[in-house]
């Protein structure tokens, strides 16, 4: 403890002697160049912000500051030493600690039993439990907690937030003279945020530098001192805060204007017949669900997170079915209780999680492609089969990679090692061997990145142009408007309300906060409902909202960037 | 630290009460334990729990119990040992032919006995630290590899342990005790201390939990693990010897013959401890492996047919396991 405290007692002034100093810091993964050229000078007592879009290089970063990755080129000096971190554990007793936003907790353990792991105090061969919990005490005095958090407490027994800062007391507990926290707020509360904020202050006053990587602007510009702004891997500004506008921050990010990427939607002459008809369908998750889907549209179902957007799409799966209500296809009414019966019935679902639902990841791209086609029964099979007019498989998934624009080294590439979003076209070409004509996308560009998205919402529309009558599900607001036909807005469970194409965040975001249901008098002011909303929407959707940068349309509101950031400036002040 | 008290802290009288909750697997086995000896009570009549019963069934618990105490802790470590059946007999024969019927070859014996089991925990150990073997197959191969050095060797009763040594299978202290309960206890209190009281034990939840926390905080975790491995395997030893003490002499398919891999692991899982590590604890194994001996005693009482037994004991198992699983899900709903 004693650097942190000999640091509280005299404060150094910013613009001191630099605590760390990165110099020509660059970074490839396989070939592809993810950091280039990162000069930075920091200074002790610092909150230094990085920013920047899905794969600028920001995780890349830190990683490479807490030693979890080795710069190609570049040196790393480290309170005038030099130095080169080839494990974490060397960051780490160095003086540098990096929470993730993945919690590194054992949550079958107690709190002081994960703050001292590896280092109990020990008495003869036992542990001293006594100093354990003492040391443990200590460490959250530190921070203001002690009353709140025992440090017998067992991790699964605390909230998020209190993790979060057993994380944080973790770090002290290994003197560490410099903090990165990735995406810190990415799952609090407003209250538990500010408290964050708080502690973030306190260990910046006894002079630790803390980076703190965030897409949140409104963070940033409450707690920041200096941001760095990232982009494709290059360093575009270093700056104090000051001296940067959210709208500047969000230029940097994208560098260029922003434009319509999104295809055209569906001309009326597009859109045919009801494919799918949704009446009074409920179960635990929600209630009352009435939806048509025609071939040819493409209707996105908006909703906050938690309002039952996936549900929906997981019912109509079979995965949850519905309890009541009734299912029609074509039409003719059907029974679908497992995935199964909804296979059979040319329905596919494009998980939101793709790594755990969506794809076998150690089998073959030709595998993964074939496994619905393959569940089918003999002469469904043929038949689907047929309609290919190609009886091997490989010929079929050959043509199926070459309809999505797969980028595999081969067919029989195993899928863990494409892209995410080479990894999603396998996705979509597994539904599409299988000939599915309704398709249900949950939030089919999460974590991928901006090149790869406009690729996949083209696939969308072609399939949607072929007649298929697809939903999407999606927490970014932009590529709801951007992609949909008709929009749909859940809300506590149940569906809200239906937009026209082209309707703006706003009137989402007031039906989707049940503002526009005039369920008695309102004394907030809509606008702020709104901007509660967006907070509340972006809690859930962190890792994606950051993608969608460039992702805005700019005709939605006066200033779009401010948008699917979440806050505008005037929202800090106000 | 004189902030009121919130809800978060744990509250000493609550976290008492909640070791008694239902839901938490180690104390469920206890519960379970006593409903079955209530059936038994009801179905065998009161002789069922009379002191001299109970006393059977403790004695019946202590060889599948001594080794349930090491098999514990490597699945609490994540991993897991087949070759302790084999094991058993190794060091049952290997120390029945070096007494042979001498007590002044007591002490040698026993010290073979644990060195090979010491021996054969290293060998496990490291296959599955720094030869990144996966433990099934690991130690499956090391529990075949000494069924053919004992095929090869013994084909019959070996060796003749003397009456000092069968003290150990029969005694008695203070007239009432069976020496063989203390042993157990002995063993269940030095695995009790090893995981609660000690940092290795302290390491081991934690590289059960999760191996890359458990690295990333500076935990040896090889070490862990090939520790737990050499606990268990001495473990394994100890029932070896213990048999030899019961039998009078040592016999090659004392281990496979009692199934001890198998019923070693189940009783660890009976006992609440996840197959997948990082949760659970010797209290409960200890529970498992009483519950498995009163129902083989109450079986026997009952005069059940040899097959319907094991298949009685098979769909109690997985009856038990399952409750667990649910309500532990049901918990999670509730929390979430």
Redesign the interface.
Known sequence: MSRVTSAAESPRPAGDEPLLKLAGISKSFREVEVLRDVVLECPPGEVHAIVGENGAGKSTLVKVVAGAHQPDRGTMTLDGRAVSFHH??QA?AAGVSIIYQEF??????TVA?NIF????P?RG???DRRRLEEDT?ALL?QLNV?????P??KIS???VA?QQIVEIAKALSFDAQILIMDEPTASLAPPEVEALFEIVRQLRERGMLIFYVSHRLKEIFALADRVTVLKDGDQVATTDIGSLTPDSIVRLMVGRELSDYFPELAAPDDIGEVRLRVRGGSNQHISDIDLELRAGEIVGLAGLEGSGRTEVAEAIFGVEPFETGTIELDGEQVSIRRPRQAVDHRIGFVTEDRKTQGLVLPRSVLENTLLPLRTLSGHDRREREAVHEVAEGSTLTMQLAERVDLRAASLDQEVRFLSGGNQQKVVFAKWLASDAWVLLFDEPTRGIDVGAKAGIHDLMRGLAKRGAAVLMVSSELPEVIGMSDRIVVMSHGRIAGELEAGASEADIMLLATGQSNGDGPDVRHPAEEVAAAKTAQEDQAAETAEATADSELSEVTSNPHDDQMGHDPGEVSG | ?S????E???NPAR?LLAKFDLTDMQSGVWLVLLAVMAVGWILAGPNFVGGGNLTNIAVRAVPLGIVAMGQTLVILGGSLDLSVAYLISVVAVLSAFVMDGDPANIPLAIAVGLAVGVGVGLVNGLLVTKGRANPLIATLGTGLVMKGLLSSRFAAQTGSAPREFQLLGYGRVWGFMPLSILLLLAVFAIAWWLTR???FG??L??VG??K???R????RDDRVIIGAHVWCSLTAAMTGLFLVARLGAGAPWIGPDGIYDLESIAAVVVGGTALLG??GGVPGTLAGALLLAVLDNMFNALQVDGFLKSVLRGVIIIAAVASYALRSKRKDVDIA
């Open positions: 974490p554990r780490q590194n907790l054992l949550t079958d353990r039993q792991l590896g280092r109990e020990t061969p036992l542990i005490v005095e002690s009353g709140s958090i025992s017998r407490a027994d605390l909230s209190q | 630290m902030s009121p008290p919130q978060r802290t744990a976290s009281g000690t940092r302290s390491h939840y934690a939990g999760s890359e926390i458990a990333l905080s500076g935990v990082g949760r």
